[in-house]
């Protein structure tokens, strides 16, 4: 498994670094250093529209983590269990449970 630490956020987008005519940079604010750059099949709007999901899904990955398993144990300190039924209004305590779970899984996935 590889144990190398990826760049520290805040991303930003950027065109610098010499322009990308098919997309678009992706820098770290802290050093100005280029992470990616964009291109592909989707032309330059996809490659920018790309680029900056990148930007804000690696931006608010930690902060997203960490407000689930707050969830997580907010739920189970309140009673609230996978085997829970109960109907709220985002849908049953199980089926929001397991899609914290779920995504928690896939938050954790190197």
Known sequence: MNTTKHTPTPWETCDAYGPVPNGQNVKASAD?????????YYGR??????????????????????????????????GITAD??????????????????AALIMARMG
């Open 32 to 40: 100005d250093k280029m992470i990616c750059s964009t291109t592909g």
């Open 45 to 78: 709007a996809g490659a920018i529209a790309n680029a900056g999901f990148i930007v804000k899904a690696c931006n608010a990955h930690e902060l997203l983590v960490e407000a689930l398993q707050d969830a997580r144990e907010l739920l189970a300190l309140n």
């Open 84 to 101: 829970d039924t109960a109907d709220y209004g985002s849908g049953r305590a199980d089926e929001v449970i397991g899609r914290i779970d």
